[in-house]
């Protein structure tokens, strides 16, 4: 064979170390469906392999992968698989794992076109099929951030920016301090990281009036206070727990003339727009004036994703720049001037692959699939003998043990340490539940049967001697 450029060069390591990377990670993945969900005791005991000095010289990469991988990959928790139902995670799609695969050995950094035309590109198109499968203004600004959690920064820092910008205060040139005082106005169910979200940006915990929820941990419209343009309103599409909206149309519509600001958190819950089974519960939320989604999360691409959009891109973008603003009508704007990272991956391109390779119709698919096996999982627990807390509107299922209540944390922990499946306590509306939130592609039938079955294993071991 002729000697090619690449077998000269130093990179002809990179090609040898993707070929082995991805010799193992098929082997992994192949395993996964036999192996347990969270790690054993002796894998975790393994670990301690790595407490090894720092090598004084090079070791071989052959050798680093191979360590990585005998005593890596056994210390995983099998989140891509079909049996982690705890938080809110997402597996990887095939198309988004080959696309992250595929982008690691461009290493591109997405900070403006000149760094990556590819990634600038594909993260526009991502952009442009997110608004339309999610039902928001096409007009929106979207920034691809690690997660909600800094999506939530991105949009409440341009909302920040917007509601003191109408007092005629320019927090970019004049700072916090001593600015017209903003209301923060948020659901009483609000997720823990829109509100460290909100603590980075300045504003107190105690400056927090908080909005009282129903049953389902729903905001009760009527109980909103008189908005006004120093408010910014935190509501959720999909909660934690029960998976339930907020009443988004119709607080923002009271909103209207009022020119406060509007923050939909929905970091799972903005999903259910892809669906015509689920997008009901998310009527005229297009009114508010930001939202946050996770593509990690129910689009099931990689660790990690998460996407701020606004509808109005002016203010997020004068919040992010990072020289003079210059948002053009029709223009488009560097990615880095519009997230808080100067620096990123194109997580956007995996979004595009997800997108891509399931189209309108597998998106809705997934989004209906995973509603279905939640309601599987509840009518299974109910048979068992749970009480179902939450109506499920959702993928979410919360569900307590009628007659001891301190039950539900020890049936979680049984489940977890028997290995066939993952999921974890929560306290809902002051009861010890277990939660389940199926939010991973790979979740099938029969993933939710034999979870069912280590439930009622763990019952019958648990209660065996009451
Ligand atoms: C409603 C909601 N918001 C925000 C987050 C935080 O998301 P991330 O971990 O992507 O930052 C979560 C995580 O479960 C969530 O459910």
Known sequence: ?????????????????????????????????????????????????????????????????????????PATVASTGGRFFGLVVGGTLPATLGARVLTSTWDQIVFNDATSPVGVK????????????????????????????????????????????????????RGLQGSPPLRIIASEQIHVTAIKALTLLGFGTEQIEYVPCDAQGRVIARTMPKLDSSCLVLLQAGNLNSGAFDPIGEIAANAAESGAWIHVDGAFGLWAAASDKTAGQLAAYDRADSWVVDGHKWLNTPYDCGIAITKSPEPVHMAMATQAPYLKVGGTVAPKDMVPEFSRSTRGVEVWAALRSLGKSGVAELIDRCCSHARLFAAGLE??????????????????????????????????????????????????????????????????????SAVRRAVFELTEDL
């Open 383 to 452: 048979g068992i003998g749970f009480e179902i807390l939450n109506d499920v509107v959702l993928n979410q299922v919360v569900a307590s043990w009628p007659d001891n209540e301190t039950l539900a944390p020890r049936i979680a922990k049984h489940v977890q340490d028997s290995g066939t499946a993952w999921f974890g306590p929560t306290t809902w509306q002051g009861r010890q539940a277990i939660r389940i939130s199926v939010a991973s592609w790979a979740t099938t039938v029969r993933d939710v049967t034999e979870t069912l």
């Open 1 to 73: 064979m002729p000697q090619t450029l690449l077998d000269a060069s130093p990179l002809r390591e990179s090609g040898a170390a993707l070929a082995l990377a991805s010799d193992l990670g098929a082997k992994y993945i192949s395993g996964i469906p036999d192996r347990h969900v969270a790690p054993s005791k002796d894998d975790l005991t393994a670990l301690k392999a790595f407490d090894e000095p720092m090598p004084n010289s090079p070791q071989t990469v052959e050798g680093t992968l191979r360590k990585l991988d005998t005593f890596g990959s």
């Open 122 to 173: 594909l993260e526009a198109v991502a952009s442009r099929w997110l608004l339309e499968i999610l039902g928001l203004p096409r007009q929106s600004s979207v920034g691809f951030t690690t997660g909600a959690t800094m999506a939530n920064f991105t949009c409440l820092a341009g909302a920040r920016h917007a509601l003191l910008a109408r007092q005629g205060w320019d927090i970019s040139k």
